[in-house]
């Protein structure tokens, strides 16, 4: 009687089935992102806010880049999460962190709180299949326009496409003037409004950071 290559001595050999099992292991598409590293950034003699950087990497096919870092501001997580509630329809969106009217650029304590809530965000948004097929979310994530920009990108308004957009991203294709937004939100200040004002010697100093 013929013998399997295993009664031979010939060691294990594995099956189609095995391989394809193995493969697709290998082959499991990964999704990390971290907030991280809060920085002062002064808007005018009176008014300041905090962006994070947001890293991400993966080897998923949905992305262009398969690792990225951007800065966002509190106003733009909030027009994000906008966007994908008009997509979601019936699908409940994970929640931002609550505005806070006393919220402080100087408390460490709180602008701690809010990056970890953007990172809880983020991680949920990433793991729901459904909303990675939003090309604004792409745009949020690993490109440098403003949100003016991204929307008019997403619409095809712009001379550029969503995946130019994100291939030029840290290339200087976006101005620091074009990014910014008048849009407001809790955490700008103003030596007028409840928040502390933050002094001009403290433009781009960081606030401790999380380790990710």
Not at 13 to 26: A, E, Q
Request: aromatic share 8%; glycine share 4%.
């Amino acid at each position: 009687m013929d013998r399997s290559p295993t009664d031979r001595g010939q060691g294990f050999v594995p099956t189609m089935d095995s391989v394809l099992h193995n493969l697709s292991v290998c082959q499991k598409e990964t999704i990390s992102v971290c907030v991280r590293d809060p920085r002062f950034c002064k808007d005018d003699l009176w008014h300041s806010h905090i962006d994070y950087e947001i890293c991400l990497q993966t080897n998923s096919m949905c992305f262009r880049k398969k690792t990225s870092r951007v800065r966002r501001r509190y106003s733009e997580f909030v027009w994000l999460r906008h966007c994908l509630e008009q997509n979601a329809l019936v699908m409940e969106l994970p929640k931002l962190p609550p505005r806070n009217p006393f919220f402080s650029l100087k408390n460490t304590e709180q602008v701690t709180q809010r990056m970890k809530g953007f990172q809880e965000f983020l991680e949920r948004v990433l793991h729901t299949t459904f909303l990675l097929s939003d090309s604004r979310l792409h745009l949020f994530l690993q490109s440098d326009l403003s949100i003016t920009r991204m929307s008019r990108c997403a619409l095809g308004k712009t001379r550029y496409t969503v995946a130019e957009a994100i291939q030029r991203s840290g290339s200087g294709f976006t101005t620091t003037s074009e990014k910014a937004t008048s849009d407001s939100d809790c955490e700008s200040s103003s030596s007028s409004g409840l928040g502390q004002s933050v002094d001009t010697q403290t433009r781009g100093s960081p606030v401790p950071s999380l380790e990710c």
